[in-house]
């Protein structure tokens, strides 16, 4: 099969053919359709996080498929069934995370296209009790960008604690983002939105931001959102990669309103503690989502309530994709056309 190919983190990706893999037990083995193009795939290529994956490997966890083969024990998944894979590929199922329902955060969980070989080929293997299975009808170039930007925005949203009617912040307009408002405003919220591009901010206003704050041209973007919402916004959801956009959004604060973390940029951000102690702040970290999320995700989509903004591009332009994320030029999202490779 063709797959594109991590051998050397300073090196471009390398397209080229690889040995079709087969289902171990509890496997399923799924022709993908598309696989869309996370910026955590960026950063597995280029090994810039601490615990780095081993090449060579397969990047990608926004797969869509349909299974051809199951490995020994598999009831879940039959063949025919259209799946996808995810960022979370498996946990262990029995620590006391697992046991609890905070099943992201299990120390022996793999990752798609990281630990496991991902989307980023034609074909890819998943974990049956993991895999996500979507719905009948649903377009699959459509749904891939939910199965990691969708799924963790909307957890991400949820952790900001927002209830229907009150406002929410989402820093950050690219593939993420603009998917965040969109699950912000099915879910009921009011959003105001900021990035650092006039693109950028019609965008958010596209997908129904009420307030598009650019924060290269407004001096003070913090005050403008508490101008315009009444004191601040109740929570917000971070998904820049800029430092600068953390503190921005913590100012943005209202008294007790709650921050949830999902951008990770390079570097660090100052956090006041006497604002944070005085106004009752909370600032907290949210990755992707559990099996549950993923499948509450998918249903906002599936109803039609998501709708995500992108582009569909052979495996082959992988490196000029990555080289245009890296640019900022990307609009949305970019989904591969696995057909096409």
Same mark, same amino acid.
């Given at each position: 099969?063709? !797959?594109? *190919?991590?051998?050397?983190?300073?090196?471009?990706?390398?397209?080229?053919?690889?040995?079709?893999?087969?289902?171990?037990?509890?496997?399923?083995?799924?022709?993908?359709?598309?696989?869309?193009?996370?910026?955590?795939?960026?950063?597995?290529?280029?090994g810039d996080w601490?615990?780095?994956?081993?090449?060579?490997?397969?990047?990608?966890?926004?797969?869509?498929?349909?299974?051809?083969?199951?490995?020994?024990?598999?009831?879940?998944?039959?063949i025919g069934d259209? =799946?996808? +894979?995810? #960022?979370? #590929?498996?946990?262990?199922?029995?620590?006391?995370?697992?046991?609890?329902?905070?099943?992201?955060?299990?120390?022996?969980?793999? +990752?798609?296209?990281?630990?496991?070989?991902?989307?980023?080929?034609?074909?890819?293997?998943?974990?049956? !009790?993991?895999?996500?299975?979507?719905?009948?009808?649903?377009?699959?170039?459509?749904?891939?960008?939910?199965?990691?930007?969708?799924?963790? *925005?909307?957890?991400?949203?949820?952790?900001?604690? =927002?209830?229907?009617?009150?406002?929410?912040?989402?820093?950050?307009?690219?593939?993420?983002?603009?998917?965040?408002?969109?699950?912000?405003?099915?879910?009921?919220?009011?959003?105001?939105?900021?990035?650092?591009?006039?693109d950028k901010s019609?965008?958010?206003?596209?997908?129904?931001?009420?307030?598009?704050?650019?924060?290269?041209?407004?001096?003070?973007?913090?005050?403008?959102?508490?101008?315009?919402?009444?004191?601040?916004?109740?929570?917000?959801?971070?998904?820049?990669? +800029?430092? !600068?956009?953390?503190?921005?959004?913590?100012?943005?604060?209202?008294?007790?309103?709650?921050?949830?973390?999902?951008?990770?940029?390079?570097?660090?951000?100052?956090?006041?503690?006497?604002?944070? *102690?005085?106004?009752?702040?909370?600032?907290?970290?949210?990755?992707?989502?559990?099996?549950?999320?993923?499948?509450?995700?998918?249903?906002?989509?599936?109803?039609?309530?998501?709708?995500?903004?992108?582009?569909?591009?052979?495996?082959?332009?992988?490196?000029?994709?990555?080289?245009?994320?890296?640019?900022?030029?990307?609009?949305?999202?970019?989904?591969?056309?696995?057909?096409?490779?």
């Amino acid at each position: 099969m063709k !797959a594109a *190919v991590v051998k050397d983190f300073t090196a471009p990706l390398v397209v080229e053919d690889v040995e079709l893999p087969e289902p171990g037990p509890g496997q399923a083995l799924v022709k993908v359709l598309y696989s869309g193009v996370c910026h955590t795939d960026l950063h597995a290529a280029h090994g810039d996080w601490p615990v780095k994956p081993t090449v060579p490997f397969v990047p990608g966890h926004e797969g869509v498929g349909e299974v051809v083969a199951v490995g020994d024990g598999v009831t879940r998944l039959t063949i025919g069934d259209m =799946v996808g +894979n995810a #960022w979370f #590929w498996s946990a262990c199922g029995a620590c006391e995370f697992c046991e609890t329902g905070r099943e992201t955060l299990c120390p022996e969980q793999r +990752n798609g296209g990281y630990s496991v070989d991902g989307s980023f080929g034609q074909y890819m293997l998943v974990d049956a !009790a993991y895999a996500p299975v979507i719905p009948p009808g649903v377009e699959p170039s459509a749904v891939a960008p939910i199965l990691c930007a969708g799924v963790t *925005v909307y957890k991400g949203l949820k952790e900001s604690e =927002v209830r229907p009617g009150q406002w929410v912040l989402i820093s950050g307009v690219g593939g993420l983002g603009h998917i965040a408002i969109q699950y912000a405003r099915a879910m009921g919220m009011r959003v105001v939105a900021v990035d650092v591009a006039d693109d950028k901010s019609a965008l958010a206003r596209r997908h129904g931001a009420e307030l598009a704050v650019n924060a290269l041209t407004d001096p003070d973007p913090a005050a403008t959102i508490k101008e315009f919402t009444g004191g601040g916004v109740h929570g917000g959801l971070v998904t820049a990669v +800029n430092g !600068a956009a953390f503190s921005q959004a913590v100012g943005a604060l209202r008294r007790g309103g709650t921050l949830a973390l999902v951008g990770l940029p390079p570097e660090q951000f100052p956090l006041d503690i006497f604002s944070t *102690v005085l106004f009752g702040l909370t600032i907290r970290g949210s990755i992707v989502g559990t099996r549950a999320d993923l499948a509450e995700a998918i249903d906002f989509f599936a109803r039609g309530l998501i709708s995500p903004t992108y582009t569909v591009r052979p495996l082959t332009d992988i490196n000029a994709i990555f080289d245009e994320m890296t640019a900022g030029r990307i609009d949305g999202r970019v989904v591969m056309d696995m057909s096409a490779s």
